[in-house]
């Protein structure tokens, strides 16, 4: 399984970018892809996840409203809306395919990680 997240850049606070993850591989479209994200100097974290089918999706309390996860499961795509966005949510971005099919918070939940996308949102 691999996979490559794109989108990063820097925009200005109250802006917007779009995240993608392209995956391949056979495991990647029968399980959950999760969204994380580390800052200098901070511990990864959780950013949102999305169920197999894109039934289900999970965000961290600090995105949610300002966040959106989806699926393509034909491109093996998936994408993160994100909008408002804060300097806070200046990080390293990383996506991950799950062990399993359902949404997950847990990094040790994930098995496969693509390379980070860097996001700085200036104040």
């Known amino acids: 399984v691999q996979l490559q997240a794109s989108g990063g850049g820097l925009v200005q606070s109250g802006g917007s970018l779009r995240l993608s993850c392209a995956t391949s591989?056979?495991?990647?479209?029968?399980?959950?892809i999760g969204w994380f994200r580390q800052a200098p100097g901070k511990e990864r974290e959780f950013v949102s996840s999305?169920?197999?089918?894109?039934?289900?999706?999970s965000y961290a309390d600090s995105v949610k409203g300002r966040f959106t996860i989806s699926r393509e499961r034909a491109s093996s795509m998936v994408t993160l809306q994100m909008n408002s966005l804060k300097p806070e949510d200046t990080a390293v971005y990383y996506c991950?395919?799950?062990?399993?099919?359902?949404?997950?918070?847990?990094?040790?939940?994930?098995?496969?990680w693509g390379r980070g996308t860097l996001v700085t949102v200036s104040s």
């Open positions: 991950a395919v799950a062990l399993g099919a359902q949404v997950s918070q847990h990094p040790d939940r994930y098995r496969y």
């Open positions: 591989g056979r495991t990647s479209s029968n399980n959950a």
């Open positions: 999305i169920s197999w089918n894109g039934a289900s999706t």
